[in-house]
Nanobody
Framework: QAQLVESGGGLVQAGGSLRLSCVVSERTFDRSAMAWFRQAPGKERELTASIDWPGDNTYYTDSVKGRFTISRENAKFTVYLQMNSLTPEDTGTYYC???????????????WGQGTQVTVSS
């Protein structure tokens, strides 16, 4: 059974930073693209960033480009999301997801963590 456990969320002031972590079971993590999604209150879940296996290629939604960085540490079965220059619009629940392929552009996302809450105050 896939296990993805997020951590690192919290309350931060606008302009601040947070780093999210997602520890993944080895079988799920190995040779899988990984992604972070977020769901703002009253909105649908949206893909925020993704990274391929083993970590050479990334994707970012336009609203976070230049502020967020996705990375993975394969030896630790962990994927990170470094979030800088946070704004209240970044508030939401952030979910880690594992893909069906190595390529993040071709993956579907079918394994999910429980989410971690990020709240950015103005």
């Amino acid at each position: 059974q896939a296990q993805l456990v997020e951590s690192g969320g919290g309350l931060v002031q606008a302009g601040g930073s947070l780093r999210l972590s997602c520890v993944v079971s080895e079988r799920t993590f190995d040779r899988s693209a990984m992604a972070w999604f977020r769901q703002a209150p009253g909105k649908e879940r949206e893909l925020t960033a993704s990274i391929d296996w083993p970590g050479d290629n990334t994707y970012y939604t336009d609203s976070v480009k230049g502020r967020f960085t996705i990375s993975r540490e394969n030896a630790k079965f962990t994927v990170y999301l470094q979030m800088n220059s946070l704004t209240p619009e970044d508030t939401g629940t952030y979910y880690c997801a594992a893909g069906t392929a190595r390529n993040n552009w071709r993956s579907q996302w079918n394994r999910w963590g429980q989410g971690t809450q990020v709240t950015v105050s103005s």
